[in-house]
């Protein structure tokens, strides 16, 4: 059972590790449009929109930068 535990352990501290900018931009973009919803009173649709449409973005530049690091290497 604890060798399952450490497998789950080493995995999900390895989602942060492996890409360390897309969990940085990913943060950055929550505290935002957190700030954003709470602060400047934005309406709470229109900041899941935002948090949509940026974990998108965040998500594609992640993966074409990877793309490109693969295909460098060849």
């Given at each position: 059972?604890?060798n399952?535990?450490?497998i789950?352990?080493?995995?999900l501290f390895?989602?942060?590790?492996?890409?360390?900018?897309l969990a940085?931009?990913?943060?950055?973009?929550i505290?935002a449009?957190?700030?954003?919803?709470k602060f400047?009173?934005?309406d709470?649709?229109?900041?899941?929109a935002l948090?949509?449409?940026?974990?998108?973005?965040?998500?594609?530049?992640?993966?074409t930068r990877?793309?490109?690091?693969?295909?460098?290497?060849?």
């Amino acid at each position: 059972m604890m060798n399952i535990l450490n497998i789950a352990l080493k995995e999900l501290f390895g989602m942060f590790i492996d890409d360390g900018a897309l969990a940085l931009l990913a943060l950055l973009l929550i505290a935002a449009v957190g700030s954003l919803v709470k602060f400047a009173h934005v309406d709470a649709l229109l900041g899941a929109a935002l948090l949509l449409v940026g974990c998108l973005m965040i998500l594609a530049e992640s993966l074409t930068r990877a793309a490109r690091k693969k295909f460098q290497r060849k």
